[in-house]
């Protein structure tokens, strides 16, 4: 069992930046493929960006591209989202997710068995 605890959001105007952390539970955090999904109201989740356990695959929607960064510092056993200019459109709960069965970076839910409980993001124009 992986738990997952994000933290880091906030309220931010546009054109602002928060970062995002998420720290997971376990031994063997290095072979976790971690990824940020969001969902805003009315919306469903939506892939964000993935990191695979060596962070040398990395994949990101084309949403966020240029704006958001992922990375993980495996011996802190956290992954980050720096997200950078900042739009109301970015606003959601923004939860992390890990698998443990696959190296490959997933961009749908389905291929994450573990979640935390998210983090609102409000960005205010």
């Known amino acids: 069992q992986v738990q997952l605890v994000e933290s880091g959001g906030g309220l931010v105007q546009a054109g602002g930046s928060l970062r995002l952390s998420c720290l997971a539970s376990?031994?063997?955090?290095?072979?976790?493929?971690m990824a940020w999904f969001r969902q805003a109201p009315g919306k469903e989740r939506e892939f964000v960006s993935g990191i695979s356990g060596t962070g040398h695959y990395i994949r990101y929607a084309d949403s966020v591209k240029g704006r958001f960064t992922i990375s993980r510092d495996n011996a802190e056993r956290t992954v980050y989202l720096q997200m950078n200019s900042l739009t109301p459109e970015d606003t959601a709960v923004y939860y992390c997710?890990?698998?443990?069965?696959?190296?490959?970076?997933?961009?749908?839910?389905?291929?994450?068995?573990?979640w935390g409980q998210g983090t609102q993001v409000t960005v205010s124009s």
């Open positions: 376990g031994r063997t955090f290095s072979s976790y493929t």
């Open positions: 997710a890990a698998t443990t069965t696959s190296p490959m970076v997933a961009t749908t839910s389905t291929g994450y068995a573990y």
